[in-house]
Every structure is written in structure tokens, then in C-alpha cells.
């Protein structure tokens, strides 16, 4: 199985909103609503920020919002601040019921 | 509240077993999925493989080969063997709850160093 495609990197300037895209094939991201973001901030453990390509865990922010269309699944996250400058990996659902995870997107707050 | 914490050594030789562990507290290994994810260093996380109902297991098509995955639901533990270790296993393993029905892991491990001594 291939890895989700994500850009490798995206920057934005305080309070403002950036996306970044996720992109798999019809064996994963176009077939399951089975979509989970994890955010990994340097030295820490990933942790799970949206599932279900749009359901946020109780205690997460409501400036990160998820999406799809497609092959593409979307994080957004509005607002930005300085914390959220981390690595974000998306992870999709397969047919052959096994997950994969997308190369990671670090993000620059300027 | 649930939490999952990694054991095992932290160095590995060439051609040796990795052998890891993962005890799990505030819920029963025998319910659930239950995953280890690992990160080589500078890298991105790569799904190792999953075990549910204590004995159903899945693995990475890339890993399966050398990867096993059990339960010892004695102690409320599972563990991760990957046989013939190379260079590219090197890596921080992660235990986690998960995927279950929402395919997602929501609780992780500190993570364990695994290091590939030559």
C-alpha cells in the first residue's frame, strides 16, 4: 500500500486559516469516511485531532475542521496561533482493512 | 482513564528478534483493537499492525513477513515481534488504542526507542 499524499509543508501568519490536503485512492480515502488527523509536536506523542474525516475529540479546539471530496481529504485549522505550529500526519481506512498514514505536513506559524 | 505504556529493549542486533510490550490499564485487552505504530527518526508514522478480540491480527503488507502480534491477556498486555531486524527498523515504537469502528487511535504510548546496534 502507498502512502496518503501531503504537502510538506504549509505556513500562515497568526489568525490566519490554512489547509492542508490529503490524497489517497479508491482502496482507502475514496471509499471510507474513516479519516483521522493526528497532531505531533516536536518531541511529543501524536495525538488524534480529528476522526471520522470530521469529528473532533472532546478537549480539541474548534478552530480544526475536517473534510473531504473525493480521493482528498482536508484539515483546516482558522485562527492560527503559535501553538499549532507541529506536524500533522493524516491516516485513512483500506480495503484490505489495514490503515496508512500520509508522509506528514510540517506547519510554520510566521 | 485508559493509558498504554511501551517495554522492551532498546537496542537490537542484526538478524535478532525485537520483542516490545505494551500493558494496558483502565481497560481489557480482550475488547477492542488494540495497534503498534512506529516513527523512524526524522520520519513520518508507519502502521505496523493490529490485533482485536485477543487472536485477530492484520499487519502492514510491507512488515507482515516479519511481524507478529499477540495478547497476554493474564497480565492485559500485548507485545510486537519483528523478526531478522535490519538498519530500517530503527524507529520509536508506539503502542495505541485502535482503529476500532472509527479507525482511529486515540490513545498512544510515551513511545520506546528502538535502536539497530551493528
Known amino acids: 500500500q502507498s502512502a496518503l499524499t501531503q504537502p510538506a509543508s504549509v505556513s500562515g501568519s497568526p489568525g490566519q486559516s490554512i489547509s492542508i490536503s490529503c490524497t489517497g485512492t479508491?482502496?482507502?480515502?475514496?471509499?471510507?469516511?474513516?479519516v483521522s488527523w493526528y497532531q505531533q509536536r516536536p518531541g511529543k506523542v501524536p495525538e488524534l485531532i480529528i476522526y471520522e474525516v470530521t469529528k473532533r475529540p472532546s478537549g480539541i479546539s474548534i478552530r480544526f475542521s475536517g473534510s473531504k471530496s473525493g480521493y482528498t481529504a482536508s484539515l483546516t485549522i482558522s485562527g492560527l496561533q503559535a501553538e499549532d505550529e507541529a506536524d500533522y500526519y493524516c491516516c485513512s481506512f483500506t480495503r484490505s482493512s489495514t490503515l496508512v498514514f500520509g508522509g506528514g505536513t510540517k506547519v510554520t506559524v510566521l | 482513564q485508559v493509558q498504554v505504556q511501551e517495554s522492551g529493549p532498546g537496542l537490537v542486533k542484526p538478524s535478532e528478534t525485537l520483542s516490545l510490550t505494551c500493558t494496558v490499564s483502565?481497560?481489557?485487552?480482550?475488547?477492542?483493537?488494540w495497534s503498534w505504530i512506529r516513527q523512524p527518526p526524522g520520519k513520518g508514522l508507519e502502521w505496523v499492525g493490529y490485533i482485536y478480540n485477543s487472536g485477530n491480527t492484520n499487519y502492514n503488507p510491507s512488515l507482515k513477513s516479519r511481524v507478529t502480534i499477540s495478547t497476554d491477556t493474564s497480565n492485559n498486555q500485548f507485545s510486537l515481534n519483528v523478526m531478522s531486524v535490519i538498519a530500517a527498523d530503527t524507529a520509536v515504537y508506539y503502542c495505541?488504542?485502535?482503529?476500532?469502528?472509527?479507525?482511529?487511535?486515540?490513545?498512544w504510548g510515551r513511545g520506546t526507542p528502538v535502536t539497530f546496534s551493528s
Open positions: 479508491s482502496s482507502d480515502i475514496g471509499t471510507y469516511n474513516l
Open positions: 483502565g481497560a481489557s485487552i480482550s475488547i477492542g483493537y
Open positions: 495505541a488504542r485502535g482503529p476500532g469502528r472509527t479507525g482511529a487511535f486515540d490513545i
